[in-house]
Each structure stands twice: as structure tokens, then as C-alpha cells.
């Protein structure tokens, strides 16, 4: 199964900051990863997918990159919403794995 | 409105069983890849089962051969049948529609398992 390991698991940034989480595959998922937005007591909202397209109504703020085995997402000017736990996901083959999570706080 | 409403959950024995429900309103739950994923108390996401449109079957390696993955055309819902239930089954199961190739575009409120 292919591990999908998330950098840092926490952190803390200031409203208006730049803020950027790593997610890593254990091996190549190629493009296909997706990063999601979960809110306490909340079900998961889909941010991006295929590594940087954006979902629907998603802010522009949000950016995915990267290819393989590491991919970031980048929130540019944080805002008090964007208070979260974020996720990545691998679809490159069964079974499908998330990152354990980084929590994001607005200082 | 696309709406996905999760029912079925509840507090069970290990060893026992139980089938959640997925009931979808203004989505076919035929004519698209339908999911299950869920979240232990206080843990991040596991991706549980899918069901693709031509009726194959994928799961995840912690329920192989516990759990079934289905579906009601005429009542349009998703099901997960659950058999053998052990404590770290115990979690929030979500179902959530498939954009083709993997990710999760929407999503249910959950139900909640307790074993």
C-alpha cells in the first residue's frame, strides 16, 4: 500500500500569511492526489484534485502542486475560515490512502 | 440540491452486523462511483469501499471480507453491509460520490458506528 505522510502536522500562521503543507507518497502517484478541507464536526469538502485543479467554488487562494511522491498545497492570504485540518489523498490504485492530517490555526 | 444522507449506525457487539444506508437525492447513485470512508474518533480519514457504475467492487485492506458494498437503483441508495465487526471498526462512515479516477467531490453528514 502506498503511505501518504503530511508535513507538519500542525500549524500555526497569522491572517494574511503564506502557509504551505507537504504531503509524500511512499512511491510514484503520479498526478493523482487531492487535498480536502475538514472543519470540526464537519464532513471533508474536496479543495483540489489531479494534484492543482481546483474544485468548484474553492477560493483561488488555495494552490496544489507537485508530481510523483511530493505535492504541496499553499493557502496564500490565510484567512479565519480557513481554521482546518487538511488532507491529502492518493488515487493511484487501490487502496486509496489518505495523509494523517495537518491542522492548520490562525494565531 | 445534491443531498447524500447516511442512516444505519449504532452501537453493536463485536462479531455482529450492520448495514448502513446512503439515500441519495438529485444523484444517481447508478450512474456514479459511490464510496464509503471513514473516521475513527479523534484520527484522520480511511478510505473503506467503492462501487463502480459497472457494479466492480474495491476495499480497503482493514475489511476485505467483512464488508459489501451495494446498491438500490430503484431507491437510488448505497449500502455498506458490515459483518464481523470488531472495536476499531468504530468511526463516522461517510459516503461520498466519486469524480471518475478518485476524488471525493460530495460528501454525507456520516453516521456514527460504535463497536
Known amino acids: 500500500d502506498i ?8 500549524l500555526s500562521a497569522s491572517v494574511g500569511d503564506r502557509v504551505t503543507i507537504t504531503c ?15 472543519k470540526p464536526g464537519k464532513a471533508p469538502k474536496l479543495l483540489m484534485y489531479k494534484t492543482s485543479h481546483l474544485e468548484s467554488g474553492v477560493p483561488s487562494r488555495f494552490s496544489g502542486s507537485g508530481y510523483g511522491t511530493e505535492f504541496t498545497l499553499t493557502i496564500y492570504n490565510l484567512q479565519p475560515d480557513d481554521s482546518a485540518t487538511y488532507y491529502c489523498q492518493h488515487y493511484n490504485g487501490y487502496p ?3 495523509g494523517q492530517g495537518t491542522k492548520v490555526e490562525i494565531k | 440540491e445534491v443531498q447524500l444522507v447516511e442512516s444505519g449506525g449504532g452501537l453493536v457487539q463485536p462479531g ?7 439515500a441519495s437525492s438529485g444523484l444517481s447513485v447508478s450512474s456514479n462511483y ?16 467503492l462501487l463502480y457504475i459497472d457494479g466492480s467492487t474495491y476495499y480497503g485492506d482493514s475489511v476485505k471480507g467483512r464488508f459489501t458494498v451495494s446498491r438500490d437503483n430503484s431507491e437510488n441508495t448505497l449500502f ?5 465487526l470488531r472495536p476499531e ?12 479516477l478518485g476524488a471525493f ?10 463497536v
Open chain 2, 105 to 114: 467531490d460530495i460528501w454525507g453528514q456520516g453516521t456514527t458506528v460504535t
Open chain 2, 89 to 100: 471498526d468504530t468511526a463516522i462512515y461517510y459516503c461520498a460520490k466519486v469524480i471518475p
Open chain 2, 16 to 22: 455482529g452486523s450492520l448495514r448502513l444506508s446512503c
Open chain 2, 34 to 49: 459511490m464510496t464509503w470512508i471513514r473516521q475513527a474518533p479523534g484520527q484522520g480519514l480511511e478510505w473503506v469501499s
Open chain 2, 80 to 84: 455498506l453491509q458490515m459483518n464481523n
Open chain 1, 24 to 38: 509524500r507518497a511512499s512511491q510514484s502517484v503520479l498526478g493523482w492526489l487531492a487535498w480536502y478541507q475538514q
Open chain 1, 3 to 10: 503511505q501518504m505522510t503530511q508535513s507538519p502536522s500542525t
Open chain 1, 96 to 98: 486509496w490512502t489518505f
